[in-house]
């Protein structure tokens, strides 16, 4: 079965770089239309959409975060690996990573979902 | 502030339909791109639970529903159940290059 699993710090401080680690089991990043995809939830809020990878390794960015964020994978890892820089308190939420169908692109299968606090 | 739009609340008896809209515009919704609906039960991460407009997941009880017309959508559940009560999402794709959620709608069953 499809699972996916968010892994890394719960704190970071103010302008420091988040590292966050999805695992995945169940399916190939290189099977046609595969993605990985990262969204987060601050406390309280909606869904946001920060990055995708796709089975041919492009890349998404949000629009408004393009310039602090990178994606990548590591396909015999089944890793999927995004970068935040320059964190601040606002991008205090839960980051999720889901798999991603390519074309629709909507999110079958979710991870848990990690909660990280950006604070001094 | 949410590219799609949806009602902050709903609210329904148990036994009753309620519908939630989620409100796009022309470089989304409007443009062919499809709508997918996730609920996320208090506590927990989302679950997909309408996909490609109105197609359900297997697993999915067939009183959650789908449509969309013109720069909106809309999810439907008929039967409301306790369980039901949760917070729904909609998503869809922004001609910007941006995959774009809607506000969320939280839903309580009285």
């Known amino acids: 079965q499809v699972t996916l699993r968010e892994s890394g710090p719960a704190l970071v401080k103010p302008t420091q770089t988040l590292t966050l680690t999805c695992t995945f089991s169940?399916?190939?990043?290189?099977?046609?239309?595969?993605?990985v995809s990262w969204i987060r939830q601050s406390p309280g809020k909606a869904l946001e959409w920060l990055a995708l990878?796709?089975?041919?390794?492009?890349?998404y960015y949000s629009t408004s975060l393009k310039t602090r964020l990178t994606i990548s994978r590591d396909t015999s890892k089944n890793q999927v690996v995004l970068t935040m820089t320059n964190m601040d308190p606002v991008d205090t939420a839960t980051y999720y990573c889901?798999?991603?169908?390519?074309?629709?692109?909507?999110?079958?299968?979710w991870g848990q979902g990690t909660l990280v606090t950006v604070s001094s | 502030q949410s590219v799609l739009t949806q009602p902050p609340s709903v609210s329904g008896a148990p036994g009753q339909r309620i519908s939630i809209s989620c409100t796009g515009s022309?470089?989304?919704?409007?443009?062919?791109?499809?709508v997918h609906w996730y609920q996320q039960l208090p506590g927990t991460g989302p679950k997909l639970l309408i996909y490609?407009?109105?197609k359900r997941p297997s697993g999915v009880p067939d009183r959650f529903s789908g449509s969309k017309s013109g720069t909106s959508a809309s999810l439907g559940i008929t039967g409301l159940q306790a369980e039901d009560e949760a917070d729904y999402y909609c998503?869809?794709?922004?001609?910007?290059?941006?995959?774009?959620f809607g506000g969320g709608t939280k839903l309580t069953v009285l």
């Open positions: 889901a798999r991603t169908l390519y074309g629709d692109f909507y999110s079958d299968f």
């Open positions: 490609g407009n109105n």
């Open positions: 169940g399916f190939s990043l290189s099977t046609s239309a595969m993605c």
């Open positions: 022309s470089s989304n919704i409007g443009s062919n791109y499809e």
């Open positions: 998503q869809s794709y922004d001609s910007k290059l941006d995959v774009v």
């Open positions: 990878i796709d089975w041919d390794d492009d890349k």
